[in-house]
């Protein structure tokens, strides 16, 4: 919640440039999501048949908490939304580099009307609250309530702030604006697609989750049932397996946190942060805060300069996110969907699943990267501690090399040829070389350099292909084997004995010692 | 060869008949036999070429007419030949590349894993290969071994280069092993013996010694369905608490040898063996205490027939409890093992009656009590070991007469009387018989031995001082097959002995060290007679000379290794040695007469050396490049800077 609430605080911080995004918006017939919003409000006591009052009041309170919460508490609710992180922020901002055109004042107008209404009905909703506060509720209610407002109120924030970065100064080129804007409300309006249906449309997904939530909380106090429920939702849902760092190993029930979708362009995009004045982008909010003091001596007070404080305590969704790519596990459309838990996992996730490689490793020239950090975490590594097996496979770990030979039939550990190959395989192997070399000689891969370890796994790889035919042809002697069993083996018996042959070339001298034998 | 006479009588023979003969001749251990066959004519000459399956070479200089005469070697033994190189391996492997099986290369040095390579791939049929005390082989040879398809038994000792995965290599080529021995491979761990009893299911036995293995292969190990024979020697890395989370279980399992396995105790067996319903051999020698818990653990094995305790710290119910075992033992070993006492090893052989044999070597408080006890009860004794058990009084000696099978006595630092020698003269299979440092026994004794020991091989007189000629001249008399003496520091031995002894035609270990009344006369006798002589250690025998080693050199030919220290020899003496084709070991100090020079001509003349020990004074004397020489050629000179003895010059 804390980033939507950052990015509210966006379109006042901004408001000289409100104007330039009201293009994008016009250009897509879904850029006016407030629109939509504006048409549900009314309904949303219909369905629900509660006091629209009450649940005014939760949200408020819950709303203001982590206000309240904070180091340095701030003046009002929109100064609060300052210091949140800025991650979502980025998506409407990221990818304008391009592209003036379309740019259309009175769509920037009508948008900013709309911003209006918007605040203020989110003014009577926080009146409404103040006046419903001194009434005495049913408590249960009133919790109820509070979770519905506290989604609704979310909602509402969203569309503002999708309005409001579509307005930023930086935002000139709008096109791409909306997309992200589409997908947080898609996200938002996702599963509840009948939604001419009159349910408020944001409402419905939040409303499931506040009803887990609460059967959650409910649970809470019997701690050994929820571990079990906990337990089993592991079982079916958790795909240990999966290559992504997010939540393995959490298990939330589903539905029971909000889920957000970041587009393709946001997640590629190289910066996250960008300056309001100048438009500089920045991979930091930190960096981009000492970026800030250039502009102004209002940007050097040590309020503007604080690190922005983590909301804490409130009893919020938990925000979980979605890859945007269709199919993907982590896509929230998968069966058996797993979400991804903070926006870096996001990033991580889509380059290294759904983009190419193109970080190649210098050292090896075989590895290949779509995230730099795992490149530099490979180079670390590149080179040494290989374990190679004859199947062109590596691994970092003998253990793990071991349990691929022991499962694979014919395959065998590479060892290397001489000491050219050094680093390819334990070291201590080299240290006992000085016989190989003999070897080498009438080896064809001796010539073969440091680096020549792609060619000679193919080599292993084509030796191993031969093997079936060797063992084939091992096969025939199976029948001379037991003829050559039951004659030699009495042999064997007696090898133990020394049983001595002279040579032809000592006769001379066996000669004689034979003659004597005669005796 | 040509026969003048057109007539050849041993042409009537049937060609059967000789062949039955060859065969037997070849089975035989006699090195002479095939070769006095195959002078005697033509024929014969040529049956033995194509009878002739094993072959073990003094030398490879003639390789090329080796591998023209014999076609079917089937196994070979190179332990003799000290340099085989690759190009040697790759000859010898082309021309029996449809006959060879079996090959020895433990003592063997120079070749590398091309050689092997060779090996094994053109003979395809070879099921077994020793390449023990290799220790420069690396996983490249182990990687060639793996080519051999069908090898079933795989010597690896002492490759202490080789690791993981090279035999990792041999355990995914090789899949038909059934006996694989890696002691002392230090290099290869828990992954490398995992993976072996993975890939390689038909392994009959698995010598593991001295490597740093744990449970964890173990696990994969009792797996097998066929092991047999289990070697754990000084596993140190295998212990209680990690045996204890063993699931598997091997019930095929007969031999188990948990020698200097220190941390295992009775709880580890018990897990290590768990449902080893076939054990017939335990052997635990120097590993744990004896105890109680122990004798119940071994309840559980029905088939015991050997346990070996030696070494191990007993205590009394623990050996009380091996006497109340369900199942009949044949052997015991309980030598240098604490606690044995005249209680608890009569109670132990009045259960066992069916003790073959028994070692109580060192076991310092049994008295006569039990070896009159060991020889009422266990009447089928023919291995009775107890040197140096020294309260065991005269009179013990005199109830070992009782067992008339018995074959092996050995009575070395004992109280042994000639009064126990005619006790045990009544044993008349008694092939072996050491009675070294019996400083009680005389000629009367030995004479008691020799008129009914007839079948005695091995005698050991060492230091027993009251002998002299007349003994030794009975015993040479009464017993033609002797094969090993030792009558080593017996001052009043002369030349009288040696004559008698001579006349021993299968004499092949003689020690007469320090009998330093013995002639050059005398011994010429030994050195032109005993033709099978292969060990003779004349050290301190100060009047030995040229004389002797010329007629060695001339007579015995079988000679592997001589000790000539303190001898009258000259480099006339040492240069005749030379011509001794199959001289091995030498040692050689403190000879007057030897030079620098005299050294050098010998080391270069004699050409099956392996180990010479010399004195260092020698070092600087020898150039560089003889050194050098006779490293590559395999042999390795030892300098030892022995101080003269002078008391032996008085």
Redesign the interface.
């Known amino acids: 919640m804390d980033s939507n609430g950052s990015l509210r605080a966006n379109p006042w911080a901004r408001s000289p440039s409100l104007t330039s995004a009201a293009n994008g918006l016009s250009s897509d017939p879904l850029s006016f999501p407030g629109f939509g919003l504006q048409h549900n409000q009314p309904k949303w006591d219909g369905p629900s048949n509660s006091d629209y009052g009450i649940r005014a009041e939760a949200s408020f309170k819950e709303f203001n908490q982590p206000s309240q919460n904070g180091s340095p508490p701030p003046p009002d609710s929109n100064n609060e939304i300052e210091f949140a992180d800025q991650e979502n922020c980025h998506p409407s901002e990221s990818s304008q580099t391009n592209g003036l055109q379309d740019w259309d004042p009175s769509v920037v107008l009508n948008n900013l009307s709309f911003l209006e209404e918007k605040i203020h009905q989110l003014q009577n909703l926080v009146h409404l609250i103040v006046r419903q506060k001194g009434v005495g509720q049913p408590t249960e209610l009133v919790t109820q309530e509070q979770q519905l407002i506290t989604t609704d109120l979310t909602s509402i924030i969203i569309q503002l702030i999708s309005t409001a970065g579509s307005l930023l100064p930086s935002a000139r080129n709008s096109l791409i604006n909306t997309s992200p804007l589409l997908a947080q409300i898609g996200q938002l309006q996702g599963p509840t697609v009948p939604s001419g249906t009159g349910v408020g449309i944001s409402c419905i997904q939040p409303q499931k989750n506040v009803g887990k939530k609460m059967s959650d909380q409910a649970m809470q106090t019997d701690l050994p049932n929820n571990c079990e429920m906990e337990q089993n939702y592991n079982n079916v849902e958790h795909d240990p397996k999966d290559e992504d760092d997010a939540d393995d190993g959490e298990s939330l029930a589903p539905g029971s946190y909000e889920i957000l979708q970041l587009e393709k362009e946001e997640i590629l995009a190289p910066h996250t942060h960008f300056c309001t004045i100048c438009g500089k982008g920045f991979k930091r909010d930190a960096n981009l805060r000492m970026h800030m003091r250039g502009h102004g001596d209002e940007y050097k007070t040590p309020a503007a300069l604080a690190k922005p404080h983590k909301e804490s305590g409130s009893p919020k969704l938990i925000k979980r996110y979605s890859c945007p790519y269709p199919g993907c596990k982590r896509n929230k459309d998968h069966k058996k969907f797993q979400p991804l838990k903070t926006i870096l996992c996001v990033k991580n996730h889509y380059k290294r699943t759904h983009c190419d490689k193109s970080y190649t490793c210098s050292r090896c020239n075989t590895k290949k990267f779509s995230v730099m950090a795992d490149l530099k975490t490979h180079e670390k590594h590149c080179g040494k501690d290989k374990w190679l097996c004859s199947c062109g496979t590596t691994f970092s770990r003998?253990?793990k090399l071991?349990g691929h030979?022991?499962l694979f039939q014919?395959?065998?550990?590479a060892?290397p040829?001489d000491d050219n190959t050094k680093g390819v395989?334990?070291p201590?192997?080299q240290?006992?070389?000085?016989?190989?070399k003999?070897?080498n000689m009438?080896n064809t891969f001796g010539s073969i350099p440091s680096n020549g370890n792609e060619v000679q796994n193919v080599m292993d790889v084509k030796g191993n292909s031969d093997d079936p035919i060797?063992?084939f042809?091992?096969l025939n002697?199976e029948a001379?084997?037991g003829v050559?069993n039951d004659f030699?083996r009495?042999?064997?018996d007696?090898?133990e004995?020394?049983?001595?042959?002279?040579?032809?070339?000592?006769f001379k001298?066996?000669?004689?010692?034979?003659s004597?034998?005669?005796q | 060869m040509e026969q003048p006479n057109s007539t050849n009588l041993f042409d009537h023979l049937a060609r059967e008949l000789i062949c039955i003969i060859l065969d037997h001749l070849l089975?035989d251990?006699d090195?002479?036999a095939?070769?006095?066959f195959s002078?005697v004519c033509k024929s014969f000459h040529a049956l033995e070429s194509t009878r002739r399956?094993?072959?073990?070479?003094?030398?490879l200089?003639?390789l090329g007419?080796?591998l023209k005469?014999y076609r079917w070697i089937?196994?070979l033994?190179l332990t003799?030949c000290p340099c085989v190189d690759?190009a040697t391996l790759e000859r010898l492997s082309l021309a029996w590349s449809s006959s060879l099986?079996?090959v020895?290369l433990s003592r063997t040095r120079l070749f590398?894993?091309?050689g092997v390579?060779s090996l094994a791939l053109n003979c395809?049929?070879l099921v077994?290969i020793d390449l023990s005390n290799r220790?420069?082989?690396?996983?490249?040879a182990?990687?060639a071994i793996?080519?051999a398809?069908?090898l079933e038994r795989l010597s690896l000792g002492r490759c202490k280069?080789i690791?993981?995965?090279?035999i990792?290599?041999v355990a995914?080529?090789c899949s038909r092993l059934r006996h694989v021995g890696l002691r002392w491979c230090i290099?290869i761990t828990d992954?490398g013996a995992?993976?072996i009893a993975?890939?390689c299911k038909q392994i009959r036995s698995f010598d593991l010694s001295y490597l740093p293995i744990t449970e964890k292969c173990l696990h994969h190990i009792l797996q097998l369905e066929h092991l047999e024979d289990l070697v754990l020697e000084h596993c140190i890395g295998i212990e209680d608490q990690g045996l204890a989370t063993l699931q598997a279980s091997c019930k095929s399992i007969k031999m188990l040898n948990l020698s200097k396995c220190q941390n295992i105790s009775h709880i580890g067996i018990a897990s290590l063996s768990k449902g080893a319903q076939n054990l017939e051999k335990l052997i635990l020698s120097r590993s744990l205490v004896v105890t109680a818990d122990l004798a119940k653990c071994l309840q559980s094995f029905p088939k015991l027939q050997l346990v070996k305790l030696d070494g191990c710290l007993g205590t009394m119910s623990g050996l009380k409890g091996i006497g109340n075992l369900c199942a009949s033992l044949k052997e015991l070993n309980l030598s240098k093992c604490a606690g044995v006492t005249d209680e608890n090893l009569s109670f132990l052989v009045q259960t066992h009656k069916d003790l073959e044999k028994i070692d109580i070597t060192c076991c310092g408080r049994i008295t006569h009590a039990s070896i009159s006890s060991i020889t009422n009860s266990c009447l089928r004794l023919t291995s009775l070991r107890m040197e140096s058990c020294s309260m065991v009084s005269r009179e013990g000696f005199l109830f070992i007469g009782q067992c008339q099978l018995l074959e092996e006595l050995d009575v070395t630092d004992t109280e042994i009387d000639d009064q126990g020698l005619l006790s045990i003269s009544r044993c008349t299979k008694l092939s072996n018989l050491k009675l070294g440092i019996c400083l009680m026994i005389t000629d009367i004794g030995l004479k008691h031995i020799a008129s009914s020991c007839s079948e005695l091989k091995h005698l050991d007189l060492y230091r027993s001082s009251r002998i002299t000629d007349e003994g030794i001249v009975a015993i040479s008399l009464g017993c033609p097959l002797l094969e090993v003496v030792n009558i080593a520091y017996n001052s009043n031995i002369t030349d009288t002995s040696l004559v008698s002894l001579s006349k021993s035609q299968k004499l092949r270990t003689l020690e007469i060290r320090g009998c330093t009344r013995i002639s050059p006369e005398g011994f010429s006798n030994i050195a032109a007679r005993c033709?099978h002589l292969e060990t003779l250690d004349i050290k301190s025998c100060y009047k030995i000379n040229d004389t002797g080693m010329i007629q060695l050199a001339?007579?015995s030919?079988?000679l592997k290794q001589i000790k000539l220290s303190y001898c009258s020899v000259t480099d006339l003496g040492l240069i005749a040695l030379a011509?001794i084709?199959?001289l091995q070991n030498l040692s050689i100090f403190h000879v007057e007469g030897l030079t620098s020079n005299g050294l050098v001509a010998f080391l270069l003349a004699s050409q099956s050396l392996i180990k010479v020990k010399l004195h260092a004074c020698f070092e600087s004397l020898i150039p560089h490049q003889i050194k050098k020489y006779m490293e590559a050629r395999g042999c390795v000179l030892l300098w030892r800077d022995k101080t003269l003895e002078a008391s032996r010059w008085e």
């Open positions: 003998k253990d071991f030979i022991a014919g395959h065998t550990p060892i040829l395989a334990e201590p192997i240290d006992s070389k000085e016989n190989s003999e070897g009438n060797n063992y042809s091992s002697f001379n084997f050559f030699t009495p042999l064997f007696d090898s004995s020394s049983f001595s042959f002279v040579m032809p070339g000592s001298s066996g000669g004689e010692s034979g004597d034998n005669l | 089975r251990d090195p002479f095939a070769k006095s002078q399956l094993k072959l073990k070479p003094r030398r200089e003639y007419r080796i005469r089937s196994q033994d003799l690759d099986r079996r020895d590398s894993h091309v390579s395809t049929c077994e220790a420069d082989l690396t996983d490249l182990a990687k793996a080519n398809v069908n280069s690791t993981d995965l090279g990792a290599c995914v080529g290099r992954f995992a993976l993975i890939k033709k001339q007579y030919q079988n011509s084709s199959c």
